[in-house]
């Protein structure tokens, strides 16, 4: 008796955040697999079963193997910029994080300088990405600096609308995504363990990966998947920062939108969420290996 | 199996900005006892305790483990291992990897170091959980783990920062001769801080008594409780009454105190008062006595000299003491028969 109304209780205390989160994500993720499986002509999408969306995505993909037709070609662009970005995000995150975790003892400071890391959300994305631009551009300041100083004698092309810029810029706006879940689970460390390592005769970094990096690792997986899911579903970044000259896994997505093909547009997104699922499986999947060593 | 050696403390003072938590305190432990830092808190013992360990630098002094001067030493160096008041286990590890921990550091292979613990994990009764993870614990096992993983280094001096505290009564009595047996077995030398003057007196071979940053006095546990030296000592220890003769202080063992009726008549130093309260406590009764110069007493009576009497709460009494067993406190140290009044 008691116990079906506890569990009744239970239901309706977690019942609207199922309901919130069945209408805004189940739903439309729903929607959008049905219609990703749609036929589609040049203006309209018919409900009809087809897979035109998926078909028509990788066409002549596998007649071309074993090299890689433009989709292919565009999705493992995708995952190698996503993959340097997680990297360095992750490398820059962490040592901020450790810095302010372990290296500013008082609260204030941490308190200060974490809102420091803030500064730059102070303005829009697109501001941020195009102030890249007088820094970066064939007569900007890196390059006028570099052959004032003689270092070079023309400027450096790569700088703006390559890889490099686009990188930079997905470092430059998702670092702080880094921080925040590493920091968070590193002021939870009990100071007592390090010393209790140091005690052991752990070096700075023996304790560094046997005591910080497994104790911190909840707040990596969360960091990552922040960063992966952001810059695996990007175009807006890659626009500006690449010159429109760079094809992802988002910018398809767009251009099909544009052309009003949603089918094509729902099975790439479809196909770009499965990739994603992949990657953060396996990303946890790898975190979770190295605890039982 | 484990060499030994004395540890020596050399004036050693700690400062911490413009406070000194200790202030040049010399201190010689012999090799394989159990010594005990007692002090309330803020006396300086936990900072000389972690001084000891390597945890917290030395402002100036010596600290000498054996023939060796340790003290800008890191913690690993120094033939000492801590075991941290809260246990500080590896939330992480299993219970195994926990103990191995310093041997993993060393390099040692996997198997060889699972062995060692094993070994550790035995000594102290906990083999059956190598694989729990240190929150699958009770308090008292986890001291366990954490006894057993400062031991694995084979330390010449084990630390213990209030290793009892944590724990609930029943337990603290049982670990407390468990660390006693422990201590005894291995002949290494305990270093054991506590606020807890029964658990001194139960455990210590030597007792250093601190108060603000310095020694007060340091010894067996029965020589500091039948000559306590300072009024500090004989209010820490407990179990003393402090009484003030003329231009001096007494200290007597509350179960040293005499009450007699005001009729029987008494000469030399007396305390008149009148009884509060009485507690039967099994192996005593105490009788709580309010002084009427202000100094209130508690007078602890074996139940046959109770029995004698028949006193009850309101009565008056006289409260008087045998000269040898009065203690003058404060500026004479050891002053034991001078002018303690009465006969």
Redesign the interface.
Known sequence: MTKDRNSLIAWLQAGPMMLVFSAFFLLPLVFVTIVSAWDYNEYEMLPALSFRGYTDTFEGCIAQLPDLCTILKTYAKTVKLCFLTWAITLTIGFTIAYFLAFHVRSKTWQIVLSLLCTIPFWTSNVIRMVAWVPLLGRNGLVNQGLIDLGLIKVPLEWLLFSEFSVVLAFVHLFTFFMVVPIFNSMIRI?P??I?????????GF?TLV??II??AKPGIVIGSIFVITIVMGDFVTIGVMGGQQIASAGKIIETRLNALQFPAAAANAVILLGITIVIISALTRLVDIR?EL | MISKATLELVSVTKRFGSTIAVDGIDLKIPSGSYCCLLGPSGCGKTSTLRMI???ESVTSGDILVGANNVTDL???GRNT??M???Y?????LSVLDNVA??L???GVEKDERHTEARKLLALVDMQAYEQRLPAQLSGGQQQRVALA??LI?KPQILLLDEPLSALDPFLRLRMRAELKRLQRELGITFIHVTHGQDEAMALADLVVLMNAGKIEQQGSPRDIFNHPKTEFVAKFIGGHAVIRAGDETLAVRNDRLILNAPSAGVSGDFIAGTITEVEYQGTFIRVSIAGEGGTDLAAELSETDFDQTGYGVGDRVFVTWNAANAHALGAHPFATVSTAGAA
């Open positions: 009990d007592k363990l010393e209790a390592a140091y005690d052991a005769g752990a070096t023996q046997n005591i497994p104790l605890k | 360990a390597g945890h890191p913690p690993a291992a801590m941290f008041q809260s500080a286990l590896f939330p992480h921990f310093a993993k550091m060393r993983r400062a280094t």
